[in-house]
């Protein structure tokens, strides 16, 4: 059974009914289901609480929890929609109140919601879709977003939709969800990871399907996923990359990308800037420094082609500026070497003929910069990122890396980087993104490269939890390269990021 699988709606429906097809009936599932958030929760639960139960399935395991947990403290449940649907619900509802669980009447909400201590929402799951209509539920939810009682989710906070992560409800902090299986993709899209809590995936005995659509990382494959390096490397076996960018504007952004592939391994790096900001750029620091072209104006020579062939990997886009033509993406594309397009080519690529892109390439774009190559607006690309990045694949048949908090790095299956922190929104925390994507590609040692690039986002997260525990909020891009060495340390021995799900 994979441990850390991300499954959408479907993937999940698909579990229960092979389960049930395989002989589990359903009262049993939603037993195992409720009685493992029961267990899992009680020490945790003080004083009395109110347990939401809706129409579903999520509200079958709600009326389970509610038994259980009627056995140790006081429990009062509220029915919004009426009783669940499912057959054997009356039974489930009996039973629950014969273990001293109290039905509460909608009109007297008020009055339990002044005993409680904490609160379950047990109203959506996975089943969730489309608006909120029901004046009653948008009443409760305003209700619960301004208690100061501890709300837990059951398998994901109602009103998120678990395959994209959209939000219809007034905002409501779960402090945890209890989610069975596996994790769901609405935990990680967007707001839905907002209002998600710490996310505990509660195992409940469903049968193993074979691979899912994805992955969280967790610090054990991280720990397993760590290039090997040869005792007897010299710097031109440990993988060359070239950094293409750089303008007027923005001298320092190849010179980021290009320190963060040193730092993270590469064992020589080569930026190519326009001639007229060479003198820029030329710190005390082991990168190789070429001007290409006249002034400001990034054209590539025969010469400069020539240096570029020997690049095991090739970034191109940090700090370009707009301006620059696509004929050079499409020369550097004709090298066939793998890229690493970033930034300001992600806007090139849209404006050349859709070729195939080098075997081995990565796109790395934001919300914004993948906005553009898919022609949709960046808050359609928030509202849906697993499908906007799946998109993306489809159309450039490459790795996609959709950047920001649980950023996404795909190919046939996605990935999702469980090292987040605030402090990598700096300004060229990209730019690092890119040297360390490129220096782990241009190993030479066998690899899979949605792999390493996940292991990359990975690290580069490790390397801003590590600078802000250096720096508090003082964080700026070159402190993030500076803790890539204790970012690795951490990978090294498996320490757990901040809100990495935890599974039971
Ligand atoms: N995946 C699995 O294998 C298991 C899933 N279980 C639970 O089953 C849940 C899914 O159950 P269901 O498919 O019954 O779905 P839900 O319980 O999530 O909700 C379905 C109900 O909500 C209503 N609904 C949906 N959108 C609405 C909207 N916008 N406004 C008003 N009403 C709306 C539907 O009409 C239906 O009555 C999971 O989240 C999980 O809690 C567990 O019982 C155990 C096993
Ligand atoms: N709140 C956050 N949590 C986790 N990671 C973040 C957050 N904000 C930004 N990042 C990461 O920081 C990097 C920012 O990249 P980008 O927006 O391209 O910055 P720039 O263009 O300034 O270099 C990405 O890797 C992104 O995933
Ligand atoms: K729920």
Redesign the pocket.
Known sequence: MEDHAVWTVEESRAHDKTAQEMGVNLLSLMETAGARAAYYLLPELKGPGLIIAGKGHNGGDALVMARHVARYRDVQLLLPLGVPKFPGAEELLKVLQNYGAKIVAQDHMERAWNQVSWIVDGLFGTGFHGTVEDGFITQLWKRLSQTENVVYALDILSGIDANSGSYMLEPVYAHKTLTFGAAKWGHFGYPGSRFSGQLVILDIGLPDLGPSSGQWIDPSWAKAHIPPRDFYAHKYRRGRVAVIGGSASMPG?PVLAGLAALKTGAGLVELFVPSGIVHRVQAPTPLLVRGVGEGGNLVLRGEDIEALKRADVVIIGPGLGTGVSPALLETVITLGKPLVI??DALALLKEIAAGPLPEGTVL?P?SGEMARLLGITSDAVDAFRYQSVKQAVDRYRVCVVL?????LVASERIFV?TA???A??????????SGVIAALLAGRYPKDVTEMTAFA?YL??WA?IHAERDQGPSVI?TDIIAALGQAWNSIVCEEHPPMLPEHF
């Open positions: 952004a970033d930034a790395t934001h950047k920001g908090p649980y950023s980087n987040n922190t605030p990598l929104a700096t300004a060229g925390s990209g730019d690092v993104l986002t580069h997260g801003g891009a």
